[in-house]
């Protein structure tokens, strides 16, 4: 074995490390976002864990309760957004949290309250729970920029004035993805060290990608322009081949596919929902992200 090779699997770069390095570029910092972060990461690991034994531990099944968008909501998605909350309000670095799951903002007591407001969907991709396909968390993280009672403006707010942003994807690996506004870094879950590992540093979508990403199901209800792209993925006119399709109905699945072997993944506004179904992707992800590249 070569020197980098044995250097690589013997100094490992934690996720910890990983932000603690970034955080010594800035000498005013005070270690705040390394303690957000390392409660983002305890409610990744808690979720991971939940779903790997889901069904094991009959925690598959609805918990008999709706969401603020009408879909049911399953036992993780309840346990999930409980841990992340908890988590979050014990950083004591939160001021507001909004939850795809919860119908108000939560705005954490002063005794508690930190700089940063988190955005957050514990469990993306419920549909896909009971058959052990890939889901997701996704999170993106506002600073609170004046010392007055916080309110929803706090976190109303476009999503590049982020902080930083990111997900963890519940599959074959747990996988999190995470911005901090200087490139995208990819960590792996080592389960036998319970530690997120670099393993995909500085991550670039590849200019160019042969799959495309949609439900196809909703083409009757699309636009014009839509209807046209799709139909030049499958049916190119330039000589170019027909694009794969991909679609795994898990946003996170979804958009990480797409990071990593290019191409474009869409889920357009259309007559049924006319502002577009995926609120949270808008938010935490630059469309810039998602675009195929010319
Ligand atoms: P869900 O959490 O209720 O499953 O909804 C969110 C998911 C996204 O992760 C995914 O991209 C999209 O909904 C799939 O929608 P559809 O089933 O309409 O294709
Ligand atoms: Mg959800």
Not at 13 to 35: A, C, H, W
């Amino acid at each position: 074995m070569d020197h980098a090779a044995d250097a690589h699997r013997t100094d490992l770069m934690t996720i910890t490390r990983f932000v603690l390095n970034e955080q010594s570029k800035y000498p005013e910092s005070r270690g705040d976002f390394t303690i957000l972060l390392s409660h983002i990461v305890l409610g990744c690991k808690f979720v991971c864990s939940a779903v790997n034994k889901a069904g094991l531990a009959k925690l598959i099944g609805l918990a008999g309760e709706t969401n603020i968008q009408g879909e049911e909501q399953k036992k993780l998605d309840v346990l999930s957004n409980d841990v992340f909350v908890n988590a979050l309000v014990s950083s004591g670095r939160t001021s507001v949290l909004v939850s795809e799951e919860d119908e108000e903002a939560t705005f954490v007591e002063p005794s508690k309250r930190g700089k940063y407001c988190v955005v957050f969907d514990p469990l993306d991709g419920s549909s896909n729970i009971d058959c052990g396909v890939s889901i997701g968390t996704i999170f993106g993280i506002y600073t609170l920029d004046h010392t007055d009672e916080p309110t929803t403006a706090d976190v109303l707010k476009p999503g590049n004035e982020m902080v930083a942003a990111g997900y963890c994807m519940y599959g074959s690996s747990c996988m999190l993805v995470l911005s901090t506004g200087t490139g995208v870094h990819g960590f792996t879950l080592d389960p036998s060290l319970g530690e997120f590992i670099l393993t995909h540093p500085d991550i670039k979508i590849p200019n160019k990608g042969n799959i495309y990403s949609v439900n196809e199901g909703n083409a009757q209800n699309w636009d014009g322009p839509t209807t046209k792209y799709v139909e030049k993925c499958k049916f190119p006119k330039d000589g170019s081949p027909a694009k794969s399709l991909r679609y795994v109905g898990s946003m996170v699945a979804d958009v990480h596919r797409t990071l990593l072997y290019g191409g474009i993944f869409l889920y357009p506004a259309d007559k049924k929902s006319p502002n577009g179904k995926l609120r949270v992707l808008y938010e935490v992800f630059p469309m810039s992200f998602l675009m195929e590249q010319a």
